[in-house]
């Protein structure tokens, strides 16, 4: 109790920070934009600027001209990727604060770390032990109640992708889902690991015609061992496109890709039984999966003797009208929180009433897992240089990047996959060489690629707090455009937009969980090495290598994040 009373407290600070700032600093994202474009086109090298303002706010360049939205938004080619659909938060939202970022970053750590010492106080007890609890989750409303009301949110959704308005700033489904929900579901993750998984509109298409059909067949072993590479295909072939087409920023284009997931999704449902696509394949899903070994609860077997004693296995096979797991789990093989969405399920089915839904500390999968995974593991570092590129992208620095590369007669496109890939390549690359040197200095010599499989883990925290901070801009520097959407999924219009808090605010946050996902992905760090290692110096001897490449990875993100807004505006 005493945690939420300060969870409270900090949530009022900050709710109070930010309203101050807001209005003491916040300057109309319109007006911002004018400034920011009039000092671009007043700059000696007009040409460059005016490009630059364009790539870094064409959501407000579109707010400005709606009459000439199509025409912004197809000039928005040039604007890459994301940078293309949503612009920058702190050039929308006016100067910072300094003193107010740092009380704001303050006061967001501190919830941060309330937040894990909540659970951490909490670790053990099985939720299921609360009755109300327990009744929600064997209702068999549950969890239809929250996947139909998403069913229809990405109706309307997928409805205005093609048939609303071709400008992002105009469209409310690009909005809701690409300021609202793709900012809100990593947080989620965090909490409560899959659970967007259990709601997701795309495999309910799926699990509808697997009604008529019923497939039995499972997925082969070519889908099991390498489906996770297909995932990592996928993850990187979408974000390249939109960094080389602006996807987010072309409603028509997010819905065709909305559809081919779901076109994929349908077809794997209709050949494999259980949800074979979202375990597998789904880029998403493999995000999600490596998201959610942060997660603050477990679903796990009570008594693993009695699991072994149990013939009807009925987490696995269904009873009644409920089906089995749909993610193939078996209670007492099941290890962690990556392949489960709290369906719930299993713990309608047991009939000894065996499964538990424990909280647990924050992360703890991290280091405690029973059996490391070389191809998670790998997701999670192909993740660090995504994130690292994807905020790159919205800084002046990126056209400087891209000018150099094409200085060798190599083309824009071509410019921007080299760099894509140089991202993606190099922290890989110095990844393979602290392994190779940790590995070296363990007590009982191990491999490095054993050595790469275990510590790749420790890189989750910081790259959620990079996807959050990211994220976070959309979701706070475009707020008011969230409520126009909403208002917008009736008439098909949009008009509202600009920031919800100032940019000293963002900034902060931003601060607050870069901060929090550096010191988290060295204590994660530490834990897989004292998990190899007797003694604590043995264990500081072997994070050492990878400690100086997570200390670079937090001082890169932190680069990112801290580069002055007149350099990302250009
Ligand atoms: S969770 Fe229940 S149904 Fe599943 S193996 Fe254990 S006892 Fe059996
Ligand atoms: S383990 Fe249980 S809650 Fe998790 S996905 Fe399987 S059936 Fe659902």
């Excluded at 499972?218 to 087409?245: E, M, S, V």
């Excluded at 680069?559 to 002055?564: M, Q």
Aim: proline share 4%; with cysteine; charged share 15%.
């Amino acid at each position: 109790m005493k945690y939420l009373n300060l969870i409270f407290v900090l949530l009022t600070a900050l709710a109070v920070t930010g309203a101050e700032e807001n209005d003491s600093h916040i300057m109309p994202a319109d007006a911002a934009l004018m400034n920011m474009a009039e000092s671009a086109d007043s700059s000696t090298d007009t040409e460059h600027s005016g490009h630059d303002v364009q790539d870094m706010m064409p959501g407000m360049v579109m707010n400005k001209s709606a009459d000439s939205s199509a025409e912004t938004v197809h000039a928005g080619h040039e604007m890459h990727g994301e940078t293309a659909g949503t612009g920058n938060a702190h050039a929308s939202t006016g100067p910072v604060d300094l003193g107010a970022a740092v009380i704001t970053g303050a006061l967001g750590l501190a919830l941060i770390i309330g937040m894990i010492a909540f659970f951490q106080s909490l670790r053990g007890k099985d939720l299921l032990e609360y009755t109300w609890f327990k009744k929600l989750l064997k209702n068999n409303l549950y969890p239809k109640i929250l996947q139909i009301p998403t069913l229809f949110f990405f109706g309307f959704i997928t409805y205005y992708f093609f048939w609303g308005s071709l400008s992002y700033s105009q469209n409310p489904g690009s909005i809701l889902a690409w300021t609202l929900w793709w900012p809100l579901v990593p947080l989620t993750f965090i909490l409560l690991g899959r659970i967007w998984c259990v709601i997701c509109p795309i495999p309910l298409v799926g699990e509808f015609f697997q009604k008529f059909i019923r497939p039995t067949r499972r997925p082969g072993r070519f889908l099991i061992k390498y489906g996770i590479w297909i995932t990592d295909g996928i993850f990187i072939a979408i974000t390249l496109f939109d960094r080389l087409y602006g996807m987010v920023d072309k409603p028509w284009l997010s819905g065709m890709i909305f559809l081919l997931i779901t076109g994929g999704a349908i077809i794997l449902s209709i050949r494999y039984e259980r949800r074979s696509f979202c375990k597998h394949i789904c880029f998403l899903g493999g995000v999600s999966g490596n998201y959610s070994m942060l997660a603050g609860v477990s679903i796990e077997s009570k008594n693993p003797e009695r699991c072994a004693t149990c013939r009807v296995r009925a987490c696995y096979f269904g009873s009644g009208n409920t089906p089995g797991c749909p993610y193939a789990q078996f209670m007492p093989a099941k290890i962690g929180m990556r392949n489960c969405n709290l369906c719930a399920s299993c713990i309608k089915n047991c009939p000894y009433d065996n499964v538990a839904f424990r909280t647990r500390s924050i992360a703890s999968e991290l280091w405690s897992h029973a059996k490391v995974s070389f191809s998670e593991s790998f997701f999670a570092k192909l993740m660090v240089g995504i994130v690292i590129i994807q905020n790159l992208g919205m800084l002046a620095v990126w056209s400087n990047l891209q000018n150099w590369v094409m200085q060798f007669g190599i083309g824009e496109k071509m410019a921007v996959i080299l760099l894509y890939f140089a991202a993606i390549v190099l922290p890989l690359a110095l990844m393979t060489i602290t392994s190779y040197l940790s590995s070296s200095l363990q007590t009982e010599k191990g491999t490095m690629l054993a050595n790469f499989a275990a510590f790749g883990y420790a890189f989750i925290p910081i790259d959620v707090a990079g996807h959050l901070a990211h994220n976070l801009f959309h979701l706070l520097a475009e707020g008011k455009s969230i409520i126009g959407a909403f208002l917008g999924l009736f008439t098909g219009r949009v008009d509202y937009s600009g920031a919800v808090v100032s940019s000293s605010v963002v900034t902060g946050l931003q601060f607050g969980l870069i901060i929090a996902g550096g010191f988290g992905t060295l204590y994660v760090a530490y834990r897989i090495a004292r998990a190899k290692e007797q003694s604590t110096i043995a264990a500081l001897r072997i994070v050492l290598p990878h400690a100086l490449l997570l200390v670079l990875v937090f001082a890169v993100n932190l680069f990112l994040f801290i580069t002055p807004m007149a350099h990302r505006g250009g």
